[in-house]
T-cell receptor, first 114, second 111 residues
Framework: KAGVTQTPRYLIKTRGQQVTLSCSPISGHRSVSWYQQTPGQGLQFLFEYFSETQRNKGNFPGRFSGRQFSNSRSEMNVSTLELGDSALYLC?????????????FGQGTRLTVV | LAKTTQPISMDSYEGQEVNITCSHNNIATNDYITWYQQFPSQGPRFIIQGYKTKVTNEVASLFIPADRKSSTLSLPRVSLSDTAVYYCLVASWAAGNKLTFGGGTRVLVKP
């Protein structure tokens, strides 16, 4: 079956703009999590959505937001972009049940803020 | 969430066995241990997961001692394509899909 699909793969934005990233999970998966990866901070958890509700949230400012639709697809939005937001943004999907369910990651969206 | 400590890097040669040990002294009763592999510019890929004793699948083995304060990922007969960063994670059963990644171990397999 198809894996996790993230669009777009690459994006260049200007400081102050906003951006929306999309993630389509594996069919049947109800949980989608988002991560930011930078050389300096590594992989950091942003938030998780399960059945259209935010279930977990990391330590990121309110400029980072997300949502999940009824078909489990998820979007992540970053407003008022800063140079430090340049990163690889990854989403992961899983069945969502508690207790060690395997997470499947997409290829990521490479965001560059200039 | 329990913090994990693992070596920053390791070198190996093709055909050798690679063992990466992860320390998680503060692991809680409800925590399980998971390992992921990541290649450059790709998302992490699940390798193996366990709670106690030994778990084996087609790509790796995971050894967890009785006190569960550490775990060892064993990659048998590595090849050049196993060059990657390997992450040890400890997460609660109730954590859902919230994964906390540490710095990982950069494994370089040489010919």
């Amino acid at each position: 079956k198809a894996g996790v699909t993230q669009t777009p793969r690459y994006l260049i934005k200007t400081r102050g703009q906003q951006v929306t990233l999309s993630c389509s999970p594996i069919s049947g998966h109800r949980s989608v999590s988002w991560y930011q990866q930078t050389p300096g901070q590594g992989l950091q958890f942003l938030f998780e959505y399960f059945s259209e509700t935010q279930r977990n949230k990391g330590n990121f400012p309110g400029r980072f937001s997300g949502r999940q639709f009824s078909n489990s697809r998820s979007e992540m939005n970053v407003s008022t972009l800063e140079l430090g937001d340049s990163a690889l943004y990854l989403c992961a999907s899983s069945l969502g049940g508690q207790g060690g369910t395997e997470a499947f990651f997409g290829q990521g969206t490479r965001l560059t803020v200039v | 969430l329990a913090k994990t400590t693992q070596p920053i890097s390791m070198d190996s040669y093709e055909g050798q066995e690679v063992n990466i040990t992860c320390s998680h002294n503060n692991i809680a009763t409800n925590d399980y241990i998971t390992w992921y592999q990541q290649f450059p510019s790709q998302g992490p890929r699940f390798i193996i997961q366990g709670y106690k004793t030994k778990v084996t699948n087609e790509v790796a083995s995971l050894f967890i001692p009785a006190d569960r304060k550490s775990s060892t990922l064993s990659l048998p007969r590595v090849s050049l394509s196993d060059t990657a960063v390997y992450y040890c994670l400890v997460a609660s059963w109730a954590a859902g899909n919230k994964l906390t990644f540490g710095g990982g171990t950069r494994v370089l397999v040489k010919p």
